[in-house]
């Protein structure tokens, strides 16, 4: 019977692994989708928030915010 939960208990944590990194790999994708968007200009700003200058500065700083915490967590995860 404990030889059951044992395997239940890691198909569960691998299932619930895989699970987290597809998440995670969505985010970024999303993130660097918007970023990319927003300094192309396919994704603006209204005026009133500071227009397509400021949708440009959040779009460099979603990028390169996105692509440091994939760095950080692969460190993380490596070390």
Do not use: E, H, Q
Not at 2 to 16: C, E, G, P, T, Y
Not at 45 to 50: Q, Y
Not at 73 to 79: E, M, P
């Amino acid at each position: 019977m404990a030889k059951k939960r044992a395997r239940v208990n890691n198909s569960v944590d691998l299932i619930s692994s895989l699970v987290n990194v597809a998440l995670w790999l969505t985010g970024i994708i999303v993130s660097l989708s918007v970023g990319f968007a927003m300094t192309d200009g396919t994704l603006s700003l209204p005026r009133w928030l500071g227009g397509s200058l400021i949708a440009m500065l959040a779009g460099w700083i979603v990028i390169v915010l996105t692509l440091l915490s994939v760095l950080l967590a692969i460190f993380g995860k490596l070390r």
